[in-house]
């Protein structure tokens, strides 16, 4: 009986129109019905890049999407490893579950409100898997392992290691999809790269997917596709200007809350947050509908400072930004004189850096392995050794940092020699 | 001092980035001034296609890019129409804010939610444009009869009858915008054509947007495109299947409160509009986000019809859908039998109309006029009398109607009689 | 030893880069050795699109990468029949061949030449296909009567109606190709639809492909794409005057020859056709380099007529033209006219009519069937009946006419008042 | 009067259109003019990409379509510079005339070509332009200097090194289009880069065109686009064995000839040029048409040699190749055993080595200048001072190189020892 729906077919194929992928094919069951639990459905009102609407209007697209898009892929390169045998039945069908579901812990705006709260997506995901959910129950109609299969191939703990580097290495279905897909969505030209050609030169070995010699172009393509998109889009200092607001807001909250401040109107799904005592239902409620709710209401709070951030949020009044190199100019220096002025640097003066690597050969402590190339004599290298480019590349670990600060709260100083300082050091930043 | 802010440029071209057109060119302050104003960037929080995500889950983006890209598309005209002489800085003014500004009126799920509550976004625009309103205090540093200017526009009354079919017409910068982003985020080829030509041939006449006889052809692909999304694309059932849904829940959440019912977590920013009393500044308030945290909440009311019909918004559990056509099966014969069952016929049993016309050449009371071709000898001539094709479809008024219903529960009738009729008469339909 | 030919695989699949389709896949032999013969690699040398490029500068490919399309659309077309059963190797084998080779028998500037030499590029097709040839010898290591079941497919005689219709009817890959690559190589949106979409919705029957009831929509768009690629692009009047000069040049030619003028360089590859003994060797000799090496040659001829229509051709000095209409205006008028001012009206004053139908239902006569819809219900109707866009457009058989002639001529002409005649008649033409 | 017809503009804009611009548009009477000599139209009678079409078969694009998109971008240039002031109609003409004509003196095949006779298409380039042609015609009618200062800039002498360098430097106007419409034409996503982006960030300064600061991400963008195209599109080894088959074919052609071999039918437009004795008009005259045409004919000769080669080429059955590096086995190793077995190796065997490099610093002897990066304070850097991605690829000088030889004339070999010790040496390079 449970084995029938492990291979039940749909009676004729499902199809959703994608931007990415043309189309997304379901011919699986139990596909069909993951994607029916609520716990998928509420993937729509997380959005995929956060606060980057600030930066470019239209990225307004959801993990939804995206998660339908590594799904799609992880389907094609099932299909095209079926090409060197040993794929089972069950595999094809843990690392779809697995594709399909790789993001669905996510949170409203994961990454300021995890750095608050300590939550953590990844941990989500897992409790989401395997706790009282929907998503559950169709997994344990394979078989009651099933769950704790896909959850741990997730959590790059499972032993198939061909299936983890499909979903999550240094050239997997998800940064494959992501960036295509961030990059039609915003209208932006860097991040296409050709992945027909990658999915044609992927071979699966027994640990990871290998390339073909033939396709290193391909992955030096998709390498500097991955670091464009990391400089020119995600990395966005106006993007960045909003997620510094949320630190703030999360942060303002959840002292007034410990304060016992008491809110115009309780944000009660926040709560469990505010005592460190949320459960998985708790996370489940709280996307991004319920925390913009709450960030409109703030607008209207009595504490001045909650007030002010969440407007400048909700109707997107940005802090400024200047270049920051602690050293240079300290940020002590600027936060006494913001004190000495009245504004509380804690809340109107945040430093903000970032850094990505485009490939990562080998650090110690890396999750994700090199990309090994399959010579045509059977031999494997590392692709660093053989690509002049992704050798330049390798290891490049370039960071940056901004000082946000809200510019008209500084203009509108009194004191005339404060002010003039902060202008004068802010200028010497930029 | 007031003219000076009208023709006021910013010191540099800002720029968005746009999938559509490439870039959002901005160079006058006004324009800056408006996009910044907390009524404009509340377009954020409304979806340009409602629940259309329902069925095409890519259709996610706003009003607001919406509304920045028939700018952009208006900007564009202006610049060609500089060609034929005759265009005023002041003209080009108008043109450009009622263009950015045409949709700012819009609320929560537009057509469902103006249904239920008898408000109109047309007047809300206008209402939004006169009001007390950052919008407002942007135009009149113009001057004080520059409001009125631009809402004459958009309600199609103010004196410069080409300004308003740049803006609304059969081929207007809306039209031209909508088609091309919907297509674009859906994926879908219908709903392009070829915008720089049919720009290329638009002539300025005193009354209306001519087209030149070379860009008949143009035209045609337009139009066609135009039908082809309607029927393809915004009358897609499961998507009005959503607005059915959202329908029967303003209707059930009314009628609880008429009825003095308790809500659990009172709606507080809908209680105005219950009560028909509501201001432009309860409008303002009410976008998607609070809309759907609603709805979010009533999944778990204590009355049951409002909490199915909340789910089944919520987390997609649409109703199903035949086609129907009243008079081969009366409504009322499902009607008794569904009320026969238990099963509340108001809010389990509605059809849903559509219609459209691909090109509407004069039907009495249509606000919009006819195309008008230029020909090379100077004489001007109704579109659907040079075109074959366009004739073809000239006022060619299809329609089309669904009945929906929940399939589980009819399945779940006990009564073996009443449940076979029914299932037989849904059989007949589809 | 025959049937291991038959279905030899390749060791690995082998792929052509396509702007269209991506990738052009081949895995089987035969299809492999049928590109590499010399009949097949002469494709490059004919232009698909004629003398198109002196209107769309850009359309310069070949009906070599064409032929490619056609194929890789049928190979998708098997593939997805597949799941319809009934489908054999060997009429995948005879559909793949059938449309690798439906348009080998093509000859330089296809329509001038055939009207002036008489030739045929279908009775060609078949004399290459069953003659001695590259080609009939790999289609004979199949069996002796291959070549014979191939010809027959393309000449519409084969009993599997069903393949036939999937090469050449009026929603064929013949036609899904050209569109989508004259579409993209011009850079015009018109010939754009969702060939995906329409490769989902077809459904193989015994006599044909049907289209699912679904589809119709899809189908509008393919017709109407269809429509606007003939009258917006194919039918461009000055591509229209390149085929006018070659015919006029051809006849030219070959009346001079019948006459016994010497050439400077005989053109000793056409004189078969001039003296109608040409055999398949000899057509196949005779490609578009050929017959442009001869143009080129002739701008330096003793003749001048003919060297003056070659150097309007070499170096696009094109005829002037206006609409015409036999009747308002008689080309008698404007013939005897001509012959008064001393310009050879046979050579320096043609009309042109073109006419395209975009669906054709049922006209007595025609070839092609209609395209039949698979209703849900498993009932087949004729298209037209169902689409009111499509019935509107049926039987639709628009034709146009151009009169050409050399502008700069005629404002040569000495005698001012026939001079006067003439440019006042053009003048009430245009 | 001269001067009337420098700036005399077009009753009304003409316009082609174009895949990779979208439009190109025309309104200067001399840009008509040139495009309508007979040498500017020649170019459509040499492909852009020479032999790539053996690799990538939809390469049939010609530099016609090429250098009108030089002469957009260059246009679009010189718009979006007035900007910046002191842009006169002079350079403006100046530019455009020098963007347009800058390839009109390329010839067919150009690299294989100019290797044996030694002609260079720069030099003709100047030729054309300063000669007795209707390009130096329609110059002249600005003024009697002006064909020289064309060719000037287009020969990097002009004193206005700011239009040089748009023209050609390191990230210039023939580059930008020949990567968009390469990748373009051939379907491939790795030219693709912001060209909207790029023009925005483009300034002028005296000497050259700067890069803004913001600009910088979307020329390491360029850059590895040009890399990408260089290595996997340009250097297709499949299309290098076709101007390998070209050398060798001019070589015997031209050794025959000078031997006092008889053709059947005398090349007489290539004898000039066997007799080193060509002028501007007999070069003009050697378009691809004519040197395909004489390929086609060898096919047919009596020498072996040359038809072999010809029929090689005309019917694409390419040698083999296999990576060479000089050293690990020498070419004279192979070249005696190919002696040995009777298979001449002047005409049999051949290595070609290629090598580019991305980003060109200051290599001693770069006609190109570095690109320079204007930073907001106004001061300017070299761009891999910048950049650590273009630092990283700075100077790299990559190269590689095949060896080529016909594999079925080495396995007809019947002396076996000879046989084995080839294959051998062959197998030890694959």
Same mark, same amino acid.
């Given at each position: 009986?449970?084995?029938?729906?492990?291979?039940?077919?749909?009676?004729?194929?499902?199809?959703?129109?994608?931007?990415?992928?043309?189309?997304?094919?379901?011919?699986?069951? *139990?596909?069909?019905?993951? *994607?029916?639990?609520?716990?998928?459905?509420?993937?729509?009102?997380?959005?995929?890049?956060?606060?980057?609407?600030?930066?470019?209007?239209?990225?307004?697209?959801?993990?939804?999407?995206?998660?339908?898009?590594?799904?799609?892929?992880?389907?094609?390169?099932?299909?095209?490893?079926?090409?060197?045998?040993?794929?089972?039945?069950?595999?094809?069908?843990?690392? &779809?579950?697995?594709?399909? @579901?790789?993001? %669905?812990?996510?949170?409203?705006?994961?990454?300021?409100?995890?750095?608050?709260?300590?939550?953590?997506?990844?941990?989500?995901?897992?409790?989401?898997?395997?706790?009282?959910? /929907?998503?559950?129950? %169709?997994?344990?109609? $394979?078989?009651?392992?099933?769950?704790?299969?896909?959850?741990?191939?997730?959590?790059?703990?499972?032993?198939?290691?061909?299936?983890?580097?499909?979903?999550?290495?240094?050239?997997?279905?998800?940064?494959?999809?992501?960036?295509?897909?961030?990059?039609?969505?915003?209208?932006? /030209?860097?991040?296409?790269?050709? !992945?027909?050609?990658?999915?044609?030169?992927?071979?699966?070995?027994?640990?990871? %997917? &290998? !390339?073909?010699?033939?396709?290193?172009?391909?992955?030096?393509?998709? @390498?500097?596709?991955?670091?464009?998109?990391?400089?020119?889009?995600?990395?966005?200092?106006?993007?960045?200007?909003?997620?510094?607001?949320?630190?703030?807001?999360?942060?303002?909250?959840?002292?007034?809350?410990?304060?016992?401040?008491?809110?115009?109107?309780?944000?009660?799904?926040?709560?469990?947050?505010?005592?460190?005592?949320?459960?998985?239902?708790?996370?489940?409620?709280?996307?991004?509908?319920?925390?913009?709710?709450?960030?409109?209401?703030? $607008?209207?709070?009595?504490?001045?400072?909650?007030?002010?951030?969440?407007?400048?949020?909700?109707?997107?009044?940005?802090?400024?930004?200047?270049?920051?190199?602690?050293?240079? *100019?300290?940020?002590?220096?600027?936060?006494?004189?913001?004190?000495?002025?009245?504004?509380?640097?804690?809340?109107?003066?945040?430093?903000?850096?970032?850094?990505?690597?485009?490939?990562?050969?080998?650090?110690?402590?890396?999750?994700?392995?090199?990309?090994?190339?399959?010579? /045509?004599?059977?031999?494997?290298?590392?692709?660093?050794?053989?690509?002049?480019?992704?050798?330049?590349?390798?290891?490049?670990?370039?960071?940056?940092?901004? &000082?946000?600060?809200?510019?008209?709260?500084?203009?509108?100083?009194?004191?005339?020699?404060?002010?003039?300082?902060?202008?004068?050091?802010?200028?010497?930043?930029?």
């Amino acid at each position: 009986m449970v084995t029938d729906y492990k291979y039940e077919q749909l009676e004729s194929e499902k199809v959703f129109k994608d931007p990415v992928h043309s189309y997304i094919h379901v011919t699986d069951r *139990i596909i069909w019905d993951l *994607i029916k639990t609520k716990e998928f459905q509420r993937l729509r009102r997380i959005k995929q890049l956060g606060t980057l609407y600030f930066a470019f209007p239209s990225a307004e697209h959801s993990r939804f999407t995206h998660s339908l898009g590594v799904y799609e892929i992880v389907r094609k390169m099932v299909e095209n490893f079926s090409r060197y045998d040993k794929w089972t039945k069950d595999d094809r069908l843990l690392a &779809l579950c697995a594709a399909l @579901l790789h993001d %669905v812990g996510h949170g409203p705006f994961s990454h300021s409100f995890e750095k608050i709260f300590g939550t953590d997506h990844e941990t989500y995901t897992k409790k989401i898997i395997l706790g009282d959910t /929907e998503v559950n129950r %169709v997994l344990k109609r $394979v078989d009651e392992s099933f769950p704790e299969a896909v959850a741990s191939v997730i959590a790059h703990t499972h032993e198939n290691k061909l299936i983890i580097s499909m979903i999550s290495s240094q050239i997997d279905a998800d940064r494959m999809d992501y960036l295509q897909r961030d990059s039609y969505v915003t209208g932006v /030209e860097y991040g296409k790269f050709d !992945i027909d050609r990658l999915l044609r030169v992927m071979v699966p070995s027994k640990d990871e %997917v &290998l !390339i073909k010699d033939s396709g290193m172009h391909a992955v030096e393509d998709y @390498l500097m596709s991955r670091y464009q998109m990391y400089w020119q889009i995600y990395f966005h200092p106006v993007s960045r200007g909003g997620e510094v607001l949320l630190t703030l807001i999360f942060n303002r909250a959840k002292e007034l809350y410990e304060r016992g401040y008491v809110f115009k109107q309780p944000p009660k799904y926040l709560i469990p947050f505010f005592e460190k005592r949320e459960t998985v239902h708790d996370y489940l409620i709280l996307d991004e509908t319920v925390m913009n709710f709450y960030l409109q209401e703030w $607008v209207e709070e009595i504490d001045e400072i909650l007030n002010e951030l969440a407007d400048r949020f909700v109707n997107r009044k940005l802090f400024n930004y200047v270049p920051f190199y602690d050293g240079f *100019i300290t940020y002590s220096e600027l936060e006494s004189l913001f004190e000495a002025a009245g504004i509380d640097p804690k809340y109107f003066l945040l430093t903000d850096k970032y850094s990505d690597m485009p490939y990562d050969y080998d650090r110690p402590g890396s999750s994700r392995q090199p990309i090994h190339i399959l010579k /045509e004599s059977g031999s494997i290298r590392e692709i660093s050794a053989e690509s002049v480019v992704i050798q330049a590349i390798t290891g490049l670990d370039r960071s940056n940092a901004k &000082l946000y600060y809200p510019k008209e709260k500084v203009m509108r100083i009194k004191d005339d020699t404060i002010k003039k300082k902060i202008l004068n050091l802010l200028n010497e930043l930029s």
